[in-house]
């Protein structure tokens, strides 16, 4: 099965670091994993989306989807092209903080993160990005939260390490406040093969 | 070693430590950047030197200075980086430096420049252009072994895919035929005997009285020739009974490969060929591809370049169409509409329907 | 109940300010601060309290032309809490 | 912090109270305010004076710029000024160009320190010595800020960038080039002044020196030439409030602000941080 | 005016200067330098500026800026100094300014480099590649206007023949048909009004949002098109009952034009085909041509390069055969052995009595 | 001239009487003598110091050589030293990479001021600022020399070149840059010096300059440099026999020659001339 | 008629110069004129050469011949590739102050021209090249004395007209040495048509 | 009949010489002076004369390795016309 899960926001949001660490908290967990990320030129301010497909056997999509299963937005600005790749039975995050759009598809699977908030409470409102990876987790169960935790602190640059802690706190507030299994990644989990 | 979720441009860093390079010098451009960084900050941990250099002419020369002394050497940049490096690059192959140069490219618009040589004269390199990160990271490897193996520069032609994909990878020195001895190569040591070497693109020897082209011409085309022969690589797909023919290359073409096998999968006869090589060209299999098909479509991501190597191979045995067309994403850097399965798939479902 | 003068005043494009807290120590008489709330985008801005002289610091420090700045014709006097 | 502050004040509309507006928004000269560049980036307030400046001089209809190519190119569609947009490292040529084919017009290039100290330092050097007669702004922040805060010539020893994670080694990475001064002791440079924008002090001197780099343009009197350090807190690393004392204690240490020619006097920066010295 | 013998370097700056350029810059290289010596003399007496610009990629940007204020301007250089400003070309081209430039080339090996661009991404300049000194005059004129008319960079493929033959030459200025106002060049007039414009390669334009890079494409490729439509120029010569049929293009065609009356006169039906322009290629000419023909030999002065535009236009319709290489003389200005009237004569012989 | 003049002594030979050759036809590690350079060229006889230099520091086995593009190129086939040709301007770069991967080997460039102060000034600067530890000689002729006598940027005012014919005008073609200030001025660079051929003695002087860079390079020191003017009677449109004289008073004047930057002392030009109009 | 000349020397004899005045002269004598001239990489001291096509009628050959119907050499140094497009009857003029070589073909006019020496009385060994010139014109009669002074005062750069003097005496010691008219190049003088 | 000290000598490759003139002022005894004749390349060289003190003067701005430099165990003394 290969989970297509696509993220967006405004550079600066934490898009790029919040799909990496999920994904490699999947490679943690002995899931196949291809993540793209792309932004626009200046750095921050800009658009930003990223790309996450997980799997439990080799990847045979290209790094870039016509749909995916499930998307996580971190602000409306940006979030129109990725509307459109979302089909009927989608799951969609909204950081419900700042996403201030109309939705109006009745065919999706709406779940509202206050993640900005979330982060603002720990005093950290750049990190809403990790409170929303946190939300995800929870919510699909794609992977764990001590997975999770243990693959923010590898990605962490060495000059932004004093920020795990924060981080952290965000992860585990983001997979508190979603209800655990609302939108099941994977059907049963199969014990990854020898091929992981 | 195990699989590793990498990132294209670590893992090529990666490979080329493993090839041996030790050597780096580049400047930083987006999707380029990454590579950079990588080399910075893993080569003199392997014992080498990567040099932030101050503009891409200099990145160039400094990779053409370590060349000249027999080091696996590498540079590489985007577009308008790669644009002020051709000077150097044409006379480079000239001196028969090897040199391993990574184009990550904003799209594919650089078809023409890395495999007829942007710079003035008659040069060529051996382009490579892989389609992921795995593949990405062997041609990494047979870059550095192919450059040494004929003294000619070897391009691999990246893009912001290959760049900034993160996949699990795995990185094995790889094995290859024994080289020839690097005895061109300048360590200082002869100076004084008589013997002293010259790593020269004008073809100046020592003692010559001055410029010997012809000799040297004969020995370039000569090599030119050979690669031509011994260095074609293609991959080709489903091309049986297939009625439509898809060529493209890099990146591109994991999506066409992804689209061919579900139109195939949809009953579809289509079929694809990926030179993998884009010189020396696979003409032939192109041509042997295009015998029995009703139409060769051509998917690449610029305005039209690929297509004139597609209309020489073909030679008029079946209808050409260009299916693909330039990168317009905003950000410029080559993340377009074209790369989605759909937007394929209906083009080529567009040609079939023609067909 | 004590008084405050401010001989100038400021607006501020609050939804347009990236927070970056420049203005704080920028403003002579400290009396801008940052919000509690975020804005739209996400970041807190600056507020303002009694007391601005209108130096115009802070708009010669924001790089995101948040701030406007006025001087009174006559001093404004402002009531606050000691 | 005086406990006024808990009595926040209305921000949203000018004044009820009879006032005078004594500072805008935005300089007239741009399009509009907004702008993708970073939170507490120094960039912005040069845009600001530089704009000022030619407002002052009533310049508006006659200048034209070239952008190089680097974060600040960003405002390439809100500057209302004739626009020329140069490649990385190439806009005093093309300004050089625009001079000799319109003689009458202010020109000036805006350029990052990666632009114009590494890219385009012979394109810089040649155009100062040339005495053309053009006004080239260096936007100093010590690092590539778009593609990722890189380091650059002009990176200080011991800086952290992304290329120089343990800070830059002279052993390894070489020396910063005090461009200002290299540039300011050619003959053909009538005037060249390094201001810095970490503070509200820093921004309005970095405005008097635009202004004198324009008036001596204005006057012909050959190259004029104004650096500027600007904080760049997303390719320095630090939180974004930190750039101002940061640019001041790490970069600015280096390339002390000051005067390095004007009305024919050379001054070095060695001798402006001795000045420093002596006033401290 | 009447007829003078001038140097093709002089001619061709004065007939730059008739066309109304006022602006040059330029750093000498063989056999570039001449012309801009020429530029040097004369531009300064006829109101204009030749800047003696201390590399050539700031020549290049000084051109361009001058282009930008709506001035004619031009540059070039030789070989080296070309490939170093491809990074400009590319660029300048997508910033749609008009500008002449002179490739004074040594031999014709920068053919892929003029024809496709040896910079990054998808652009064409227009290529004029004059055979003797009155039409270097001529095309110059004419580089002026199609630089204007087109809003596209116009290369004149020049080399060590055209720079220093000596000849009786004529310099009128050209009537064209009346030009598009210049409302995009930058003048200064319109800041403060909101209408300020923007010479800018990058598509952004004033107020954008960012990059608008469909809009600009578009534009382009329309342009791209028409030219290819429109500005195809060729000369045949006995080609009714050729057999055999040369191309070549430039100052070695004028040789081959030579070579072939004389054949003619010798008995053997043999014709050529000239590219006037190398872009847009007249590929339907050279098809044409091939119809009938049972060879077609192609001269150049290089390691083969327009061969695959020749093999693009004959699609197969008559066996192709190479008759040129490269130039192989000493001094490494292009001035080789093909270059001799007796060479010819027999290469073109030999597919002769192979047809 | 003392009348002995007519009594012609036969040269074809050595001596029959007992002697001691003191001066040697050419440097052991010049291939041979002839070469295609124009009668009363200068660029020679640097080539022959820096050979001797090279030779005197026993660093025959050691040595690689990095040639720029002009008139000296055409000693790359008889320089007995391992050799690699740069593309114009482009030398110290390649060196750079050369010396990277041999630090143990002695690393030169050769270049002329059209080559290093033109088309590669920024390599240089670079170079030095980056501290690299290669030698970089500069033959300054103040012409273009291959290409026939063109101005470059060290072409001091009122130069007659070929495309300066009336002379170098400032107000036109700008001020010539004093390269040897500029380079020793960077903190990367540990010694430069600016010599001269127009005599016996300065061509003494020059070698003695080279083998102190080239001592520095070999401790370790950092960047080195010696700039020597060079007679190009070609390029300047005078006979030949003319050519030190005018080497002396026109380019002397104005690129002044002495040590720039040795053990740590920074002496510029001004204060160089300064000096000699002291001595005088 | 064409009449081909071909110079060639070591440069900094003044080869090129040397043709361009008589190219000159024959212009302003109406002939229709061609002149192409090569040289090595360095300023002097490598091989030139240089092509002259000078007519009564517009000129079909392109600037490089196969043969020629006169060749000068200044010097036996790069004079071989000379040799080769000598024809029965080709008229050689030979600098014989320098020429060493042995000259073997019997089949072409060989006029010897002490070029140098003449020069050397004249005080100026370089103008060797405008002594061999005037001995050409004298053997030739391709053009007049008074053109070739002409043509020699206009072609020389405001930097060099000091040399004016000299070189007209080498002009016309040159002229003087040649026997006249040994080897015509016209058969017989047509004026100039409408055309020159 | 006079008698001047020779302390050294050179010998002169003509042939090569390329009659720059640049030894002839060099020479601090000015013991070197243009022959009349010229070499086979067409150029004049310098002829000595007695004097000579082995400076190596004229070897050092000889830009084509022309000369040679000895120096006599014992000076050589000529007989030169006054
Ligand atoms: C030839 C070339 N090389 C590299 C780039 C990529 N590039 C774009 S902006 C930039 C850095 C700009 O840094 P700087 O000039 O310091 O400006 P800042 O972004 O800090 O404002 C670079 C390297 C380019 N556009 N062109
Ligand atoms: C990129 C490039 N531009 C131009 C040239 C042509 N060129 C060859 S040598 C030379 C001049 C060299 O002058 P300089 O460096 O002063 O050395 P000199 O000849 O005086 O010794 C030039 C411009 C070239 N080879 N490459
Ligand atoms: S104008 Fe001055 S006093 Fe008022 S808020 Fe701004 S900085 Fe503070
Ligand atoms: S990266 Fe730096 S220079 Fe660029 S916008 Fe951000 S803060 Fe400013
Ligand atoms: S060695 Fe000295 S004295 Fe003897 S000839 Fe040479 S310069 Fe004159
Ligand atoms: S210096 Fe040398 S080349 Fe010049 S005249 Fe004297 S010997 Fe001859």
Known sequence: ?196 | MTRRLMEGSEAMAEASIAAGCRFFAGYPMTPFTELLESFARRLPEAGGTCINAESELEAVGMAWGAASTGARAATGSTGQGLSLMQESFSEMTRAELPMVIFNMARGQGDYFQSTRGGGHGDYRHIVLAPADTQEAVEHTQLAFDLSDRWRNPVLIYGDYLTAHTSESVEIEPMEFPELPEKDWAVDGTLGGTGRSRTVNPLGVDKQSAGIDPEALWNRLQAKHDAIEREEVRVETGFLEDAEVVVVSFGGVARFVRHVVRSLRQEGHRVGFVRPVTLWPFPYEAVAAAAESASRVAVLEQNAGQMIDDVKIGVLGRAPIVAIGGISTDPSGFGVGDILDPAVIHERIRGVLSDA | METVESRGTVTVSVERCKGCELCIPACPPVVLSMSSEVNKLGFRYPELSPGCTGCRACLLVCPDFVFEVFRFDTPVQHEVAS | MPDSISNTLRTDVPPAEPSKKVGALKPELLLKENHHLCPGCGEPLVVRMMLEALESLAAQQRTIGVLGIGCYTAFGSTLDVDLVQALHGRAPSLATGVKRMRPEAMVFTLQGDGDMVNEGLQEIIHTAARGESVTCILLNNGVFGETGGHMTATTVLGQRTKNSLDGRDAAYHGYPILIGDLLAQLQGTAYAARGSVHSAAGVASTGRMLKRAFESQARGEGFSFVEVLTMCPTGWFIPTAKGPEYLNEVMGEVHVTGELKADGVLTTTEQLRERGAAKD
């Open chain 1, 1 to 196: 099965m290969e989970r297509e899960i696509m993220f967006t926001g405004i550079g600066g949001q934490g898009v790029q670091l919040g799909a990496q660490i999920l994904g490699l908290a999947a490679t943690r967990e002995d899931r196949h994993v291809m993540l793209f990320g792309t932004y626009g030129g200046s750095m921050r301010g800009g658009n930003t989306d990223s790309t996450l497909v997980v799997a439990d056997a080799p990847i045979s999509s290209p790094p870039i989807v016509s749909t995916t299963w499930a998307a996580v937005s971190m602000h409306h600005q940006y979030w129109e092209p990725m509307r459109r790749k979302l089909t009927a039975g989608s799951v969609v995050f909204l950081n419900s903080t700042l996403f201030e759009e109309e939705f109006d598809r009745t065919d999706l699977q709406v779940i509202e993160v206050p993640a900005t908030e979330l982060a603002t409470e720990i005093g950290t409102p750049l990190a809403g990005s990790m409170a929303m990876v946190g939300a995800v987790a929870a919510a699909t169960s794609i992977v764990g939260i001590d997975s999770l935790v243990q693959a923010m602190e590898e990605s962490l640059p060495g000059y932004r390490k004093q920020h795990a802690a924060d981080n952290e706190k965000a992860l585990r507030a983001g997979f508190e406040f979603a209800e655990t299994d609302v939108a099941p990644a994977w059907t049963q989990r199969e014990d990854s093969n020898g091929d992981g």
